[in-house]
C-alpha cells in the first residue's frame, strides 16, 4: 500500500513540474487554458444566487484544482492500464500517458456536463445511471477514435486498452452521476 501511495505522488509531482516547466506540447497549455475557461464559467453559474467575489474565487480555485486532479487520476488510470493489458500501448512513456490522461478528463468533463444537464430530465434512476454510464464510455471511445490522427499522432493503441479505458470512464461517469443524485438528496427532503 506505501509503494501505490509513493507512485501516486511521484506521478503527480512529475506532471505537475512537467506542466510548471514549459516543455510539454503547446496544445497541453491551450487545453490548461481552455479547462481555466470552463472552471470560471462553471464558477460563475454555480455561485449565480449569491455572486461573491470570495465564493467566485474559492469556487474557481476549486474547480481548477479537480481539473489537475482529474488529469492525474487519468494518467494514473492509463498507468494502471498499461500494467493490466498487455501490448496496450506502443510506447508507454510520461508524454504518452499524460495525452491519454488528457483525453480521459476531456471525456469526464462532457459526461460530467451531460449528467448535470440532464440531472432532473430522467425520472427514474436507473435510467439516469445507465444513460450516464453509456455517454461516459461511448464519449471516451470516440475521443481516442477522433484523436488518433492529432493528439494521439504516433502512439499505437491496442482495441482492448482503449475499450478497458472507455469502461472505466463509464464507471466514473457513472459514480459522477451517483454523487449528483447523492448530493441533491438533501437539498429536495428539506422541501
Not at 474559492?58 to 481539473?67: I, K, R, V
Not at 488528457?102 to 471525456?107: K, N, P, Q
Request: include cysteine.
Amino acid at each position: 500500500m506505501f509503494v501505490f501511495i509513493v507512485e501516486i505522488i511521484k506521478i503527480s509531482i512529475q506532471f505537475i513540474a512537467d506542466l510548471i516547466s514549459g516543455e510539454l506540447p503547446g496544445y497541453f497549455y491551450i487545453w490548461c487554458g481552455v479547462f481555466l475557461v470552463y472552471s470560471f464559467i462553471y464558477a460563475c453559474l454555480e455561485m449565480r444566487t449569491r455572486l461573491t467575489a470570495a465564493e467566485l474565487a474559492e469556487s474557481f480555485f476549486l474547480e481548477c484544482a479537480s481539473h489537475l486532479a482529474g488529469w492525474i487520476i487519468g494518467i494514473l488510470a492509463a498507468r494502471a492500464s498499461v500494467y493490466l493489458i498487455e501490448d496496450g500501448i506502443s510506447q508507454h512513456h510520461k508524454l504518452a500517458l499524460y495525452k491519454i490522461g488528457l483525453l480521459l478528463l476531456i471525456s469526464y468533463d462532457f459526461s460530467a456536463i451531460f449528467s448535470s444537464v440532464t440531472n432532473k430530465a430522467f425520472a427514474q434512476r436507473n435510467i439516469a445511471e445507465i444513460c450516464a454510464f453509456i455517454v461516459g464510455m461511448t464519449a471516451t471511445y470516440l475521443l481516442f477514435i477522433l484523436c488518433r490522427d492529432s493528439i494521439l499522432q504516433g502512439l499505437i493503441l491496442s482495441q482492448t486498452y482503449v475499450v478497458t479505458l472507455s469502461i472505466l470512464s463509464g464507471v466514473f461517469a457513472l459514480l459522477y452521476k451517483i454523487s449528483l443524485r447523492t448530493a441533491g438528496a438533501p437539498k429536495n427532503s428539506q422541501l
